[in-house]
């Protein structure tokens, strides 16, 4: 089967957009002051790295229309508060409708908070960060430019894996980089592709 090449599509505002955008409102106001655009700290980033993880197998809507759920749930996801949390806070996790209720993306983000309560404040960005592509790609002019994986990813997702990361694989991995600006996969002709 072959896929479409779906470029930009005018929303009714008049403005062109990646093409998935357009689906809700959520998703305009998403793509349009989050999605690629560079996010650091290490909290903001783990947030960011359990919502994908999260997301593994559903809609990326599900996520982000329970993401206050999931920041009431998780303690703003402050690693260091996480990281506190026992089987009393896993089995509360697991009857909580406002988020996700799959018991090993909830034992990965509790395990993962223990691993990263360890490390030096700014290394989880440091290591994120350092899987950027040197250079950034041509623009992609269609959906279909735009890639699942890269070399980049899965040196991401090897890195976080050795270092005690869970439940993060190079489509996963790849994912948590569009979102945190680490690649800029907006469209040539979109609006957000050099924001002002």
Known sequence: MTVPAVGPVVGSDGKP???WALSTEDYVAYHDTEWGRPVHGD???YERLCLEAFQSGLSWLTILRRREGFRTAFSGFAIAAVAEFDERDAERLLADEGIIRN???IEA???NAKVLAGWESGELDTLIWSHAPEEPGPAPRTVTDVPAV???ST??????KKAGIRFVGP?????LMQAC???NDHLAACVSRDPA
């Open 103 to 105: 018991r090993a993306k």
């Open 43 to 45: 909290d903001a980033l």
């Open 181 to 183: 600006g680490l690649v």
């Open 155 to 160: 040196a991401l997702a090897k890195a976080l």
């Open 109 to 111: 983000t509790l395990a």
């Open 17 to 19: 957009r990646c093409p």
């Open 171 to 175: 489509t996963t991995a790849y994912a």
């Open 150 to 152: 890269t070399p980049e």
